[in-house]
């Protein structure tokens, strides 16, 4: 792979020096802004271990695979904008949106979104609101945090009203 190769990610870096350290697992992400920029990347890479890695460790194996390489592969990415960072939303959770634009058969598309992300142990994961099943609320939250769902990730996720 070329050196050079400016990284995906938008912070118009080499690749090398950028998000491939954190892709080859060399470096963790220290804040949910920057995973989310290596997820993105990851995506445009076609890493798609570290999509599954960096998703909460209890959601891994619900997620599927197929669908998320086909979804990289299909698309042609074209860009990622952080919008906004909220990085310190207790406890140990922080949200990032963004927009993703890429082109599909239908042409240009932007796929807007305000993720959730949580720290556990020194590691940030997102936080995947798509995944089922999901636990019940007074059952230990995926984050493994100890906590009930309710008062953990749930309401970070929209599953507590
Ligand atoms: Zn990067
Ligand atoms: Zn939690």
Redesign the pocket.
């Given at each position: 792979m070329n050196s050079m190769l400016m990284?995906?990610?938008g912070?118009s870096?080499p690749?090398s020096q950028?998000?491939e350290p954190l892709h080859t697992q060399h470096l963790m992400a220290d804040s949910a802004e920057q995973l989310m920029?290596?997820r993105y990347?990851a995506f445009v890479m076609g890493e798609i271990d570290y999509i599954v890695q960096t998703t909460v460790p209890a959601q891994q194996h619900l997620l599927d695979v197929k669908a998320i390489t086909a979804w990289s592969q299909q698309n042609q990415w074209l860009g990622l904008t952080i919008v906004s960072s909220q990085p310190n939303l207790k406890p140990h959770h922080a949200k990032v949106e963004f927009i993703a634009r890429f082109r599909d058969q239908q042409g240009e598309q932007q796929h807007h979104e305000l993720s959730s992300f949580v720290q556990a142990g020194s590691r940030w994961y997102f936080l995947d609101p798509t995944v089922e099943p999901m636990p019940t609320l007074k059952s230990v939250c995926l984050c493994g945090s100890g906590q009930k769902f309710k008062r953990c990730c749930a309401p970070f996720l929209g599953l507590t009203s």
């Open positions: 990284c995906p990610c912070l870096q690749y950028c998000c920029r290596s990347a």
